[in-house]
């Protein structure tokens, strides 16, 4: 067990947790978010990091070592005397730079030891970024040498330092995979899953959704995982239902120098804007046009804390979609404000059963609000459950009213398909569900009454269903009965509600 | 011509207005949001609301002339003196409470004529709010009395102030439409679209939108149009989707009393609350915990500014989205929100006809998120726009690179079909769509070709694919050669890119 991290709460694969960090003496509450500082080139005053919701920020120990007059300040005074933070810092190695520009003067084993001596709280040591699409040697090969630099970060006295463990292996899952097993077996504190921003500044967010599942396999749940290089709050929240729980943002402030605004939906410029679409503190009480008016520092500033407020206030919308159990709900909005971020979300539903495994068994409600809901994990999970049923003799599965001439009479309600009826007031069984419900969800439930004539071979089943499309009564075999409510008379009787139906005494039938 | 509204921009039927409220001598941009101010119960200080960005008010005149003391002051000292407020002030009638107790004791003269010497900018007549689902003679005869009070109305001598139309039918989208025209010909300023919160609190957004799309059918493209009772953010994009202008919210106070957070993705009850997923001012200084401790009057201001923030940004996010020509993507988003919004984002969809005809012509960029956007407008336009090409002899539509034995080489995409490829450029070819595409977006890409095949008897077609669904295929006649890319070696050279293929002579060959 890691004995620095505990998880509070848990919806799909995302999660609430404590990352307890013991030289900065903090408790940090994942999904968090960390600003990136530039010490050359101060946007917004860390001191008033705190004001937007931080309890951590990241700073690059390789520029710091590389400038003599910042190495000096940072050992004599220290990063957080430094920086005039109180909460957490961590401190990238130089890894990017190697990246961009091909070498670095510094190794694993001195980094660490300026990161530790200038008063880091999450050291960093020098990993190999491997880039996506690489010939599978490459990617192997460089993984080899980042699996040194872990073991000779082990070796480096750090104190109470804690020490990431960057997870490479290019764009192959399954790389992905044994680096982050090797990872985690290490005595390394939090687990960076690297080079992803190539994918994410291609907008290959359903390639990315594939590299960090193939990661989050290799990590025991109690492994923190920061997705290193993703600060666009568009992507938070997908990034949070996969069980990334630090992401770093450069771009606040990158962006604002390039009159750039961040929303959740995407990027605006400044120049391109008639109205803020937002409710931060700036944006009330500023219009574009006066913003625009600005001089430059001013105008970076204020969109640099209008980037930092969107930012933030997503994050705290990711903890309380976990809290309320809806972070799905809250994925399917952001897949709509790009059809990148589209890919991502349909990427995160091929991983249904990953999800599944940490998903509560029980939340607040399931609404369905796209095709996709159709694939919802909660959905899965009902089509397996079934093999835990036995229904006997002669079953009615009903969208209408129970039948007395059956030996049993089960509902089927679209996306999950048949289920007695003692379950109708159990999660996912309450979803909320849309009048137009689309093929998708019915093909889903056709599924489930498949299955459950598959996994009961001996006993007979009638579907009566209201005017499913024939793509969904495709799914259905042969062997079940198939009536159409809608074609009948009997469908006059069926506006009786769902809970009188239960109420007259529907447990005592099965 | 109803001088006194002016179209600044559209998107789908959504339009940013300006509507002239000549009384208060201001300018009010629409889409606007009202919050309504009971006179005996103010929340958040009317004087205040420029601060959120009200640039207009409705309060209830019934209230005020029933009350002695607020009927003297108002009397006195006008409406915009007692509540302190120097923007528009619009005034309802009690037809409210006609339809919430049965009767009232004022006429339609009276009530206007005592809207008038109050100081009213905009008054309103006592209209029949009849309620959904009724018989169809009650709604006719209601409607019939509605008409009379506005001929009544249009008998009233009210100076400078603008009058409201409301436009009756129940959910009779004939009898809306029929309602909407004859108010269209009064002399009347204003058209709210009457009776609509029994849908709204039933959260039958499908069923709004059926009739909202009625009442539009029946009103001129100058007539403002304010969607009555309709005060959650949640569903402000959908209804100015719609072509709605006016929005009012007695919900941010009302819900505020009952400790209820309103957010664009629904409402949240402070006591489950564990986080503020919200930016504005409120949100970015307290924390629910806080706000919970504070007496029954700080918590309800509170919470009432937040729902005001809130509200009023989701305004400013319409406009924008109009102004850049993405308003369907805001829906899009907003249909994730709850089952019923997909309802009301479907229903839309139904309309895509209405939507086209405001809908620009070229905007910045179309971008695929969902199954539905197979069923935006501009797909359907571009559908109809075939008929206006002549392709001739034996025509490739591919999804791969031009072949030279063909006399003409077009491209196609999904979802929107064939297309030369000089339009490759053009708006909404430009469109920016998932590689995860669905079968929706392919059966819509099929049908464009189906179509395509249909106008062009004598055209030999080819349609080259890259692995489409065969439910897309199966719209695809059979006189149309299909070749799927994905399985010949021809696939290969199909990774050069769409600029180049465009480039090397594209204009020449048709």
Redesign the interface.
């Known amino acids: 067990m890691r004995e620095h991290f505990e998880i509070q709460a848990q919806d799909a694969a995302g999660r609430i947790g404590e990352l307890r960090v013991p030289r900065a003496d903090v408790t940090v509450e994942t999904p968090a978010l960390m600003p990136v500082v530039n010490p050359n080139l101060i946007t917004v005053d860390p001191a008033r990091f705190p004001?937007?919701g931080a309890e951590v920020l990241i700073t690059n120990s390789y520029i710091i070592r590389n400038d003599d007059d910042l190495r000096e300040q940072a050992l004599d005074e220290g990063l957080h005397e430094m920086l005039g933070f109180d909460g957490a810092i961590v401190t990238d190695s130089g890894s990017f730079q190697l990246a961009e520009y091909g070498e670095i003067n510094v190794t694993t084993e001195e980094i660490l030891d300026f990161q530790y001596r200038i008063g880091s709280d999450v050291g960093t040591p020098v990993d190999i970024p491997t880039p996506p699409d690489v010939e599978r040697e490459r990617a192997e090969s460089e993984l080899e040498e980042t699996q040194k630099r872990l073991a000779a970060a082990e070796g480096v006295e750090t104190g109470e330092m804690l020490v990431n463990a960057p997870v490479q292996g290019s764009t192959y899952p399954d790389l992905r995979e044994s680096a982050a097993e090797h990872a985690y077996a290490t005595n390394l504190d939090v687990f960076p899953v690297g080079a992803v921003v190539p994918l994410m500044n291609e907008y290959r967010y359903?390639d990315m959704v594939d590299v960090v599942a193939g990661a989050k396999r290799g990590l025991g749940a109690d492994a923190p995982v920061h997705l290193f290089g993703a600060g666009h709050p568009m992507m938070f929240a997908l990034a949070a239902a996969m069980g990334c729980d630090l992401f770093d943002s450069a771009a606040y402030a990158l962006y604002a120098r390039d009159d750039r605004y961040m929303t959740v939906?995407g990027t605006?410029h400044l120049d391109?804007?008639?109205?803020?679409?937002?409710?931060?503190?700036i944006?009330?009480e500023h219009d574009p046009e006066e913003v625009r008016q600005l001089g430059d520092a001013a105008r970076e500033e204020l969109l640099a804390e209008h980037n930092l407020?969107?930012s933030?206030?997503e994050i705290?919308?990711i903890?309380?979609?976990i809290?309320?159990g809806d972070l799905l709900?809250?994925v399917?909005?952001?897949?709509?404000?790009?059809?990148?971020?589209?890919?991502g979300y349909?990427?995160l539903l091929d991983h249904a059963d990953q999800l599944e495994e940490t998903d509560p068994a029980s939340k607040d409600a399931f609404?369905?609000?796209?095709?996709?809901s159709a694939q919802r994990p909660e959905v899965q999970r009902h089509r397996e459950r079934l093999a835990r049923l036995n229904p006997e003799g002669n079953v009615l599965l009903s969208e209408g009213s129970r039948r007395e001439e059956y030996d049993a009479s089960w509902r089927v309600k679209p996306p999950f398909g048949p289920y007695p009826r003692e379950l109708s007031q159990t999660y996912p069984l309450t979803a909320?569900?849309?009048?137009?419900m689309?093929r998708?969800g019915y093909e889903a439930a056709a599924k489930g009454v498949a299955r459950l004539a598959a996994l009961n071979p001996d006993t007979e089943f009638t579907l009566a269903h209201k005017g499913w499309p024939a793509?969904a009564l495709d799914y259905v075999p042969p062997r079940v009965d198939v009536v159409d409510l809608t074609l009948q008379s009997e469908s006059v009787e069926d506006v009786e509600s769902e809970s009188a139906d239960e109420s007259d005494g529907g447990s005592s039938e099965e």
């Open positions: 004001e937007f359903g939906r605006e391109e804007m008639a109205y803020f679409p937002c409710s931060c503190p944006c009330t407020h969107v933030f206030a705290r919308r903890k309380q979609a809290e309320r709900e809250l399917e909005e952001r897949a709509r404000s790009h059809p990148a971020m589209l890919d349909r990427a609404f369905y609000t796209s095709t996709e909320e569900t849309p009048d137009r689309d998708d793509s």
